[in-house]
């Protein structure tokens, strides 16, 4: 009796393996791969009923310049296949650039990486479609101007979500 227990928990476990989505952004178009095979985002959700019917988890995972609207589509057209059990993992630092404006000479470190004004322009243009979170952290000695040209900027790359951080006052 025990066997045929052990055997039918074996053979369940092995007929449902989580499905493993990930979303990607090609520049113009939202991208899924399933389970290693490219397939049409619209096409989730019909999938996604198949692998609810079949008790199947769904393992959802994108890069970070992954944009909102088609990481939210997707986990929407999942919902909507009535998947009970999914989980959707955020890359470490997704969706979140750390800014650093330093003292001295005009110079901007995104994530940590020096970008010339030109090659910060470029960046913020292709972050337009992902709005990433922007932790803006100017030192203190920073340049007022050049402090005005990074938030110039941004504002002209329609990027709206931006925070300083690291200035909170002292209780």
Known sequence: MLALLSWTLM???????????????????????????????????ARGRQWAAGKRSVHVSFVQRTPYRCIGSAIY???????????VDYPHGALAIELFVPAGRCRILADGVPQSIGAFRRLTERWRDTQPEIHFKPDLKARYSCVKRVLKILKSAHLSKLGFVGYESAP
């Open 77 to 87: 057209l999942l919902q909507m296949a009535e998947n009970r059990e999914m989980r």
């Open 11 to 45: 053979t369940l476990v092995q007929a449902s393996p989580t499905v493993e989505v990930q979303l990607d952004w090609d520049g113009s178009n939202c991208t899924a791969t399933v389970d290693g095979a490219g397939v049409p985002v619209a096409s989730l959700e």
